[in-house]
């Protein structure tokens, strides 16, 4: 794929200066560096707060400049009553035990495993790659000279640490029953197709990278001080991944049925030789791409299998010799 060019406009998911000071001097902010399983990912105009990769929490700036947070009742009260609550960021932290409680409720694996991947990667020094971002939509309201609006979600955004930055977005499978479906690899190389031939897309994600690496410093995140010196003319070259893990709850060979719906034939890297049929909706058939021959976009596919969603040895992300298979 092409180096795309970053976008010129300004701030598309970033917070300003009051906001920034606001958050690091709360004990909000020290809480959540403080507890591993939180973490604090920059959006427009707020600060989103996730418990294992589950938004529980936005912090914003209300009219009076206090340092607000917009909370469902469902986290606070275990009951799905539709409302919202605004909270000041200390009284927040006096809730957090019964908000962590009841997002583990709805927690999923593959909830649980993000979580892990993003915080083993971006508490090790020597990862290759620092992740800025998770649940990644880019609003609509940037997107605008595209006719068709991108709507989709990534799972995970990461650049390179060293240059020329590179960027990956990654979407992420726990177990084989994660990869059929409404939601699995069909849709992934669906979104893939889309936002990849979608310049506007790209140079908003590379202009969203920068004020993300700058905005995630100024409330005291540990950004790799060579990412900080990246500059508003940065480029970056998308490369998209599909990480696969999986346990012994997995019904299946994962790289097989990944190989099921990837492709319109059987693939002796993907499946057995006993092996007689397709999924009838497969990725080759749904959009044209064989991701195996040419694709119209850089595409690799990681497989492990791990003990648990938060217990396996993988502290860069994209790194191939931690994983069992790379195809």
Not at 139 to 158: L, M, P
Not at 274 to 301: H, L, Q, R, W
Request: some cysteine; aromatic content about 8%.
């Amino acid at each position: 794929m092409e180096i795309v060019k970053e976008s010129k406009k300004p701030y598309l998911r970033g917070i300003n200066e009051k906001l920034a000071t606001k958050f690091k001097e709360s004990s909000l902010c020290t809480l959540v560096k403080e507890d591993k399983d939180l973490l604090a990912c920059i959006r427009n105009n707020a600060i989103g707060i996730y418990h294992h990769a589950d938004k529980v929490a936005m912090v914003h700036c209300n009219r009076e400049g206090e340092l607000v947070c917009d909370v469902n009742d469902f986290y606070v009260s275990g009951k799905h009553t539709g409302k919202e609550h605004q909270y000041k960021a200390g009284v927040l932290c006096t809730k957090i035990r019964d908000i962590k409680a009841n997002s583990l409720s709805r927690s999923t694996p593959e909830k649980n495993a993000q979580h892990t991947l993003v915080s083993n990667n971006n508490s090790n020094p020597d990862s290759e790659w620092f992740c800025t971002d998770i649940e990644y939509r880019q609003s609509e309201k940037v997107q605008e000279f595209t006719c068709q609006k991108f709507k989709g979600r990534f799972d995970i955004i990461a650049v390179s640490k060293k240059a020329p930055h590179r960027i990956a977005v990654i979407e992420l499978k726990y177990n084989s029953s994660a990869i059929a479906g409404t939601a699995g690899i069909v849709k992934h190389i669906m979104d893939f197709k889309r936002f990849s031939q979608k310049t506007e897309c790209l140079e908003n994600l590379c202009s969203e990278i920068v004020c993300q690496l700058h905005n995630l410093h100024q409330i005291g995140v540990n950004v790799p001080e060579r990412l900080l010196k990246t500059s508003y003319n940065f480029s970056g070259k998308i490369e998209f991944y599909v990480i696969t893990l999986w346990d012994n709850k997995s019904t299946h060979n994962p790289k097989e049925t990944m190989g099921r719906y990837l492709f319109n034939d059987l693939r002796k890297k993907w499946v057995e030789e006993n092996s007689t049929c397709v999924s009838k909706k497969n990725a080759m058939k749904e959009t044209g791409i064989d991701v195996e021959n040419n694709p119209p976009f850089d595409i690799k596919f990681l497989f492990k299998k791990v003990q648990s969603p938060t217990d396996f040895n993988i502290d860069d992300i994209l790194q191939d010799t931690l994983y069992d298979c790379v195809l």
